[in-house]
């Protein structure tokens, strides 16, 4: 890169193989690790892998390794580049070369950012979804396993026979409990081994790997070609792959690490006992209210989350949302002062350089939902308090992701990428009001979970609500459900 870009040099080996190359890991762990290299020197070089698209993994290689990450405020754009992969791989066509280096020596910690998407689990029981042909299929061993907890838990065995010592696996998705979760899905692949196959695997596991939590946190967009030429005009290099992303960046982790790690915390990292107060802080304001800034934004028109934001019925809402009905459920861990966290969150989504779409925020929501509002609408539920604004958000994506039919939601939910999608239409495809919308999908298709099938007033909300912006749009149902109770805006 040209001398405004420092491109550091790479004189260290890999110490870390990362599922999932995407541009959220290369704006996040890469630099974490890169700063970590830099203060304490260590050979914690990244292989990165991506499941199935040579794209990234190309680019890179064409590229050394070296890609920008373009940090983007309103008023400033500065650039740096990591330079700490050493590698980089496609699953689908290296299956055997991963398992290979998932069992290396120099191995110390497997990391993943597969999105919530990527775990293969039931979100309703939280276990591995056996009902999945892919999980099938990598437990049939006749071919590579395709889905990461089939990879590590076939590359841990691998280890295991190749008695290549611990290894920790650093799950970096927005899903609570991260760490406990992949643990408990990979302990469900390995039970389901044929011919009690997974007996001294799940042993060995238990002596050797360990699973910490983390909190990842940092809105990194989608690359855009405008990013690409704004980069190759600043730094004189062109970069295929550069990534936006916020200047806001945090990452909080749970110190318990089989085999040594980097000092992330030259990077800014804090190693904490209470990452998961940290991540149910996370997942409800930032995430939870993001899904609402989407949906509602894309039924108005807007493109991104700033667009969405700066209509002031929408982050009245938002705020609304955040404080009442996602906050009461959250322990708010030391030292966060919950009014400066919200206020930072708004200045965050309103970062209007940086575009982030509302397309992407609500793509897989069926997934990320499940994360989001179960639970704090159980409480509030047994509270007596009201839920309008969770069940706004739910029939917001309802109303984006399948609509009735005759119902256009405009470009940008059309845009909306969803696991379920299609399940959701054909099982909806004769439902003639929001009502019969919101019981196929909550209480048929039980997609939040449980609770949320059973709770016949939340669902009858949802359907009010899918009828009211499919009806009169998304002002009339802003109103309404701004209206059910007393807000104070102060
Ligand atoms: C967003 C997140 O896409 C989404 O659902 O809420 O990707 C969010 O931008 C990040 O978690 C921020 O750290």
Redesign the pocket.
């Known amino acids: 890169m040209t001398d405004h870009v420092e491109r550091r040099p790479r004189n260290f080996g890999p110490g870390i193989i990362h599922l999932g190359l995407g541009n959220?890991h290369r704006a996040h762990m890469a630099t974490y690790t890169r700063a970590a290299i830099d203060a304490h020197g260590g050979d914690w070089g990244i292989i990165g892998v991506a499941s199935r698209t040579a794209a990234v993994v190309d680019a890179m290689k064409k590229q050394d390794f070296c890609y920008t990450v373009a940090q983007i405020s309103p008023d400033d754009y500065s650039y740096s580049v990591p330079n700490v992969h050493t590698d980089a791989l496609v699953a689908a066509n290296e299956g055997e070369r991963l398992l290979e280096l998932i069992a290396d020596p120099r191995i110390k910690i497997v990391s993943l950012t597969v999105t919530e998407n990527g775990y293969t689990f039931d979100p309703v029981t939280r276990r591995l979804n056996l009902a999945d042909a892919r999980v099938q299929q990598d437990l049939d061993g006749h071919e590579l396993p395709v889905t990461p907890i089939g990879q590590i838990a076939l590359g841990l065995e691998r280890r295991m026979l190749a008695g290549n010592g611990p290894v920790t696996i650093l799950s970096c998705d927005?899903l609570s409990h991260n760490g406990a979760l992949t643990k408990t899905l990979v302990a469900d692949f390995i039970a389901e081994l044929p011919q009690g196959r997974g007996v001294s695997l799940a042993l060995w596991i238990q002596r050797n790997v360990t699973f910490p939590s983390t909190m990842?946190?940092?809105?990194?967009p989608s690359t855009t070609q405008e990013l690409i030429d704004q980069v190759t005009s600043a730094t004189g290099y062109t970069d295929a792959v550069p990534v936006p992303a916020e200047p806001f960046s945090m990452w909080i982790i749970e110190d318990n690490f089989a085999a040594g790690r980097p000092q992330w915390e030259a990077g800014g990292a804090i190693f904490s006992d209470e990452v998961d107060k940290f991540e149910q802080l996370?997942v409800r304001l930032?995430?939870g209210t993001?899904?609402l800034l989407a949906y509602l934004g894309a039924l108005s028109g807007a493109a991104t989350i700033p667009e969405s934001v700066s209509d002031p019925w929408i982050a009245d809402a938002a705020r609304k949302v955040l404080r009442e009905e996602y906050l009461p459920s959250v322990q708010v861990p030391q030292g966060v002062d919950v009014r400066a966290y919200e206020a930072e969150l708004f200045g965050r989504w309103r970062n209007v350089a940086l575009g982030?779409r509302t397309s992407?925020?609500g793509?897989d929501g069926s997934v990320?939902l499940r994360e989001r509002v179960p639970f704090p609408s159980q409480q509030l539920r047994e509270n007596g308090q009201s839920r309008e604004l969770l069940a706004l958000t739910v029939s917001g994506y309802l109303s984006c992701v399948s609509p009735l039919p005759g119902f256009d939601p405009g470009e940008h939910a059309r845009a909306m990428q969803d696991p379920l999608r299609e399940v959701l239409r054909e099982r909806t495809a004769a439902a003639s009001n929001g009502t019969e919308l919101a019981h196929i999908a909550l209480a048929e298709l039980r997609f939040l979970g449980d609770d949320v099938a059973e709770d016949q007033e939340f669902i009858a909300r949802v359907g009010r609500y899918v009828d009211l912006l499919h009806s009169s749009g998304p002002r009339e149902a802003l109103s309404e459900a701004m209206n059910t109770t007393e807000w104070k805006r102060a």
């Not at 990842?216 to 990194?220: N, T």
């Open positions: 959220f927005n990842v946190d940092r809105i990194v996370k930032l995430n993001h899904s982030h992407q925020v793509s990320k």
